[in-house]
């Protein structure tokens, strides 16, 4: 490739970016998918972090619930309800943390699901943004 086949190749790249630039200009209803993406990035952030902690809190009651296993069956567990402790029973309070396990295993699988829906709906929109605009939107995270 020789240096003038260079020189075409960036003359013909700015012109084609100018002309791109001038033929999108934005839409309403590209301001809207523009905004949409936004929205939609700023809640899959907090549904990631509302799931780290949903998955930290079934890590501890999974250590939980091996630790009680090891507990004698005669003794008095102490368990957690609201800010407080409570001494109850060991089948009891492994029925309890069982109960609490499958809650937290619910909300955990909805949250995925939900961030999978929003993830869909982010990549379609970037496809969409980036047909029309290129290299002119930066809808990187």
Avoid: C, W
């Amino acid at each position: 490739m020789s240096i003038s086949d260079t020189n075409y190749r960036l003359k013909l790249s700015k012109e084609d970016e100018s002309s791109n630039s001038e033929e999108n200009e934005v839409r309403r209803e590209d301001q809207e998918k523009i905004n949409r993406f936004s929205s939609l990035h700023q809640r899959e952030l907090v549904l990631e972090q509302l799931l780290k902690g949903k998955q930290k809190d079934k890590e501890d009651l999974e250590e939980i619930s091996t630790e009680l296993e090891l507990a004698d069956e005669d003794e008095l567990v102490p368990y957690k309800i609201g800010d407080s402790f409570v001494h109850l029973p060991l089948p009891e309070a492994q029925s309890l943390l069982s109960t609490s396990t499958e809650q937290i295993d619910t909300e955990v699988s909805r949250l995925e699901d939900s961030l999978g829906e929003i993830r869909d709906e982010l990549q379609k929109l970037k496809v969409g943004l980036y047909a029309r605009f290129g290299r002119s939107i930066n809808l990187e995270t």
